[in-house]
C-alpha cells in the first residue's frame, strides 16, 4: 500500500513538474497596406516580439488565364521596424491544386518564392528566415499541395529558410487523411473552427467543444513541432431567412449596440435587425450573430492547449496586429494567456 502511495504521489510531482514552454509573442499583419503605426508598433514593443507575420498575398486561380494569380498583395506604405524580423505569409485557396498539376505547381512555387523576395525588400528587409504557407488542404489536394510544399523547399531562394505551414483542427484529428505536411514545423490555427453557415447562436470562431472534441486525444501525438495562433478579431455573420448571406463589414460594435438598429435576444449573440440599412446591405428582419473573443476566451484556450502540447520553443501569434481590436485587450490581459504556455 506504501508503495502505491509513493508512485502517485511521484507521477503527481512530475506532472505538476511539466516544464514550461519558451514563448515568442508575435502578430499577424493582415491588411493590404503596411503602416507603421504608434499604437501598433506599441504592442510589439511590450511583448518584445522579435518578429511580425505578414501577409503578402493570397493566391486563386484565374478561369481567364487558367493559371493561379496574386490576390490583393500587399504594398508597403513603410518600412516595417528595424528590430522586427518578417515572416512572409501566403494564402492560397485550396481548389487551385484542384486545376493544376505537378508541373504548374513547380511554376507556381518558383513564381511565390521570386515575389515575396521582391517584397520583403519593399518592407526594408534584406532577408527573412521563415516562409509560411497557409492553405486549408484536403484529402483530395494533399498529394499536389505536399508536392508543391517540396518544390518551394527546393527553390534556391529558399535555401537554408524554413518553410512553416498553417494546421487546422481537423487536419490534427484527421491525420491518416489528411497526411503530414513536409516541412520542419506548423502553426495551429485556433480559429475559424465552427460552422459560420450554420444558422444558431454558436460562435464560429472560437468554440471550446470543439477545441476538446478535434484536439484532446491528438494534439500530444502530432510529430512536428507546433506554434500556436489565437484570434483577437470580431466579425458580424448575416442570415436571411435563416440563410446565411455573408460577413458585413459594416456592422461594428457601434452599430450592434445601437437600439434603434438591433434588438438582442436574450443573453445570446443574435440580434435582429428592426429597420432597413441600406448603408450595410441589410433589410429589416435579418439576423447578425455578433461573434467576438474575450480575454476569458482566449485564458481558457490557452489553458487547454497547454495541458497537451510539449514543452519547447513556441512562437504564439495573436491575430492579428489591428489597433481597434486591440483596444478590447489589455497588456496584462495577453501576458496572462501568454503565461499559460
Given at each position: ?296 476566451d482566449l485564458l481558457a484556450s490557452s489553458k487547454f492547449l497547454s495541458r497537451y502540447l ?32
Amino acid at each position: 500500500m506504501r508503495k502505491i502511495s509513493i508512485l502517485v504521489i511521484s507521477a503527481l510531482l512530475f506532472l505538476g513538474c511539466k516544464q514550461k514552454s519558451v514563448v515568442h509573442p508575435t502578430f499577424y499583419y493582415w491588411k493590404t497596406d503596411y503602416q507603421n503605426k504608434k499604437e501598433e508598433s506599441t504592442y510589439l514593443d511590450q511583448f518584445k516580439s522579435k518578429s511580425l507575420y505578414v501577409r503578402i498575398m493570397d493566391v486563386d486561380f484565374n478561369p481567364d488565364l487558367q493559371l493561379p494569380v496574386p490576390v490583393s498583395p500587399i504594398k508597403f506604405s513603410d518600412p516595417i521596424p528595424k528590430q522586427t524580423d518578417i515572416i512572409p505569409v501566403v494564402f492560397i485557396v485550396n481548389q487551385v491544386f484542384n486545376k493544376i498539376d505537378t508541373t504548374q505547381t513547380l511554376v507556381m512555387a518558383n513564381r511565390i518564392a521570386k515575389f515575396v523576395e521582391a517584397k520583403v525588400k519593399q518592407a526594408g528587409k534584406q532577408s527573412y528566415h521563415e516562409l509560411q504557407i497557409d492553405c486549408d488542404w484536403t484529402k483530395g489536394t494533399r498529394n499536389r499541395y505536399f508536392k508543391f510544399l517540396e518544390q518551394l523547399k527546393a527553390n534556391p531562394l529558399l535555401k537554408g529558410k524554413t518553410i512553416s505551414v498553417t494546421l487546422r483542427l481537423h487536419q490534427v484529428k484527421n491525420i491518416l487523411s489528411s497526411g503530414v505536411p513536409p516541412v520542419e514545423k506548423t502553426i495551429l490555427m485556433c480559429y475559424n473552427m465552427g460552422n459560420l453557415r450554420k444558422y444558431g447562436g454558436q460562435n464560429s470562431i472560437l468554440d471550446q467543444r470543439e477545441l476538446d472534441t478535434y484536439l484532446k486525444d491528438y494534439l500530444g501525438q502530432y510529430p512536428i513541432p507546433l506554434d500556436v495562433a489565437l484570434p483577437l478579431f470580431e466579425w458580424a455573420v448575416v442570415f436571411r431567412n435563416a440563410q446565411y448571406a455573408g460577413i458585413s463589414k459594416r456592422i461594428s460594435n457601434i452599430q450592434i449596440e445601437d437600439r434603434k438598429l438591433f434588438k438582442r435576444r436574450g443573453n445570446s449573440i443574435l440580434y435582429d435587425l428592426l429597420v432597413d440599412y441600406p448603408a450595410a446591405g441589410l433589410k429589416r428582419g435579418d439576423v447578425v450573430r455578433w461573434e467576438q473573443i474575450s480575454p476569458e476566451d482566449l485564458l481558457a484556450s490557452s489553458k487547454f492547449l497547454s495541458r497537451y502540447l510539449a514543452s519547447r520553443d513556441r512562437n504564439l501569434v495573436f491575430y492579428h496586429l489591428d489597433t481597434d481590436l486591440l483596444k478590447h485587450f489589455t497588456h496584462e490581459n495577453l501576458q496572462k494567456v501568454i503565461a499559460n504556455f
